[in-house]
């Protein structure tokens, strides 16, 4: 979406990877990361909405995988990127690439500058109990928001051919980045007959910087492709960042006027390290023309140190004091062995693949300044199947299973948490568990000489569902995370192509009904809802160079756990001309001209009605050069996915 936020069905919780290896980031990062990626450098995206006991289970809505490019006696070749865009937006990048004889050598470097306004309002009313009909007190606010972010990106690979079946390569990612967040907000409070009782002016200051390193080394055999391959990979990342989150308070006159009172400061000091390492070993072997057994092993190790200090400002002394108990460190350390194994056998038009996927986790959550620890272990295994079969060349059916799992990560841990301001926190359940799903799938898929068709209808389970949920300590709306018993959801995909000489189409739409049982500090939030989705892009070759591409997304208001978000909108026009033969291009995108991004959020608990709204800000003109030289990159051989009637779903274009 316009943010940069990967979702799938819907679902935000999708495992990006590059390449087959999974992005060691997330949230802002992740998007981040992603922008940076050139589209030129981009072969192609994977979709795979129910993968198999071969994948980390990580990703409760399936795998995102994106193909990069690789050279292939090519010699020399490279690419450069421009571009700009209006309110401050502009980036810059290039690769070369190198491969002669048994070495390949790629590298990119990228630059990118953003910045974004955006505005919203919080209403709330306060109830004296569930059975109460008239609000006691009311709480308006207003938002403006300014965002900034700079952000350089490094990018190496080597790739040695040790002989005919024989590679070593390496991968290494530098990132830096710079991000800026400052808000103005204005409070009004107001008595049951709305007569205001206190105004002030609310300051909040973000400022964060980040260094994340990636490197790995990589060996594979290959004595037969796809039917004989061992590979090995040793993986180390790490993730250093400093945080600065600076408050102030000034109480306003009746005018909107400093009333001339000493104004609230407060600072937040947050330093947070990260390392990962993973070790990972896989084998391929085909028994027959269609048997073939994967098996392997990865480890994985996360340790994260994290520290956060509170001053506030004595005007008296003119010294910032440490304010007593808030000030907090943990440690964090996770490691988890799991095994697979996947076997395939296919007979005629029939193909069966079933897979078992057991992983063994130790966690221990540990909070310095109060002692307290929080260790866990336990097992978790998740089964895998796939039935496919082809009813003839272009019609396919098919059935597939899979579990997955979420594991709580720091942010939704750590009770400490963080204030967006002074009247609304985020903070962590450290009693929370790991949450699975079960997700089974029926899939039709019809070719046409024009286009195609996918048809998947589906149910998923989720065991101990996660939610991010309010809850109200005094004047303050603190949004954590709680365990929910069960959430079912079933539904219809629908995804088709179109392909009519100048025009190429895709249109996505999807359904469901979803269920959740579950309670909170004895309150049922429990909520049956009703969703559905529409996606469409479509491109027009207006003349042989020049092209117009259109997208659109729809995604209807829905019921959520104690409350209901509203509808959400995007939409995006691109023109490209093709320059100097198809070395060059120039491409003016117009992102969501009819300024609708944004969304409301009703919330109510019988005691708290509260309406928060905001508008993206996403609304901008780029204009981007691109030019390559060499010979366009090809794409060297990967190892396909075992679920290869998923892996390729309509409209998953190259660089998009």
């Known amino acids: 979406d316009g943010d940069g936020k990967v979702s799938l069905r819907g679902n935000e919780n999708v495992a ?33 909405p129910n993968p198999s006991a071969k994948y980390e289970p990580e990703g409760m809505a399936g795998i995102v995988n994106i193909v990069l490019k690789q050279n292939t006696d090519l010699g020399l070749s490279g690419g450069l990127i421009l571009g700009a865009g209006t309110r401050g937006k502009y980036n810059g990048s290039g690769n070369l690439g190198w491969q002669k004889g048994p070495l390949t050598l790629y590298g990119s470097y990228g630059y990118r500058h953003e910045e974004r306004l955006s505005t919203g309002e919080n209403y709330r009313e306060t109830f004296a109990a569930p059975s109460a009909t008239d609000p006691l007190a009311y709480l308006e606010q207003d938002i403006l928001a300014e965002q900034q972010m700079n952000t350089h990106m490094l990018n190496g690979t080597a790739d040695l051919r040790l002989g005919k079946t024989d590679v070593l390569s390496s991968n290494v990612m530098l990132m830096r980045g710079a991000f800026d967040n400052a808000n103005d907000n204005t409070y009004v409070e107001r008595n049951a007959a709305f007569t205001p009782v206190s105004r002030y002016l609310g300051n909040n200051h973000n400022a964060m910087d980040q260094l994340s390193f990636d490197g790995s080394l990589a060996y594979r055999r290959t004595l037969q492709p796809q039917r004989n391959v061992l590979s090995a990979e040793l993986r180390f990342n790490s993730q250093d960042h400093d945080a600065l989150a600076r408050f102030s308070r000034q109480m306003l006159t009746d005018a909107g006027t400093p009333d001339g009172g000493q104004p609230l400061r407060e600072d937040n000091l947050v330093e947070s390290f990260n390392r990962t390492i993973t070790a ?25 140190d994290n520290e ?80 496919s079969l082809s009813l003839d060349e272009r019609t396919q059916v098919k059935a597939s299973y899979s579990k997955r799992i979420q594991r709580p990560d720091t942010r939704l841990l750590n009770p400490f948490g963080f204030y967006e301001d002074q009247l609304s926190r985020n903070q962590g359940n450290p009693d929370l568990e790991p949450e699975y799903m079960h997700s089974l799938e029926l ?189 366009q990159p090809k794409i060297r051989p990967q190892q396909q996915p075992e679920q290869t009637p998923d892996a390729q779903m309509p409209g998953t274009l190259p660089g998009n």
Request: glycine content about 10%; aromatic content about 12%.
């Open 16 to 48: 990006v990877q590059i390449n087959g290896r999974p992005v060691p980031m997330r949230g802002e990062q992740l998007a981040n990361y992603l922008q940076q990626l050139p589209s030129n450098v981009v072969e192609s995206i994977e979709v795979i």
């Open 280 to 304: 990972q070993l896989d084998y391929t072997r085909a028994f027959g023309e269609r048997t073939r057994l994967e098996t392997g092993y990865k480890g994985t190790l996360r340790l994260l």
């Open 308 to 387: 956060t200090g509170v001053d506030r400002f004595d005007h008296g002394t003119g010294r910032w004091v440490d304010v007593a108990g808030r000030d907090n460190a943990f440690e964090y350390d996770e490691n988890v062995n799991a095994g697979y194994a996947v076997l395939s056998q296919g007979v005629g038009k029939l193909d069966v693949q079933a897979g078992f996927r057991a992983e063994r986790t130790d966690r221990e959550f540990t909070l310095a300044n109060t002692g307290e620890a929080f260790p866990k272990e336990y097992w978790s295994f998740f089964p895998s199947g796939l039935v």
């Open 443 to 631: 899939g039709y898929q019809r070719s046409f000489a024009m286009g195609s068709l996918q048809a998947t209808p589906f149910f998923r389970r989720s065991e101990n569902a996660v939610r991010r949920i309010r809850e109200m300590h005094g004047d303050t709306a603190v949004w954590t995370f709680r365990n929910l018993e069960t959430s079912d959801s079933y539904g219809l995909d629908l995804n088709g192509s179109l392909r009519t000489g100048p025009v190429n189409g895709f249109v996505g739409f999807s359904a469901f009904r979803s269920s959740s049982e579950g309670t909170v500090n004895g309150q049922d939030i429990g909520v049956e809802t009703v969703g559905w989705s529409v996606r469409a892009n479509a491109t027009w070759k207006l003349t042989p160079r020049l092209d117009l591409q259109g997208m659109a997304m729809y995604r209807a208001p829905q019921d959520v756990e104690q409350g209901r978000m509203s509808a959400q909108r995007l939409s995006s026009f691109t023109l490209r001309q093709k320059l100097m033969g198809e070395k060059a291009n120039v491409t003016l995108r117009l992102m969501d001209p009819f300024n609708t991004m944004g969304f409301t959020q009703r919330t109510h608990d019988g005691t708290i009605y509260q309406l928060n709204q905001r508008k993206a800000g996403a609304r901008a003109a780029y204009l981007t050069f691109t030019y390559n030289f060499g010979q």
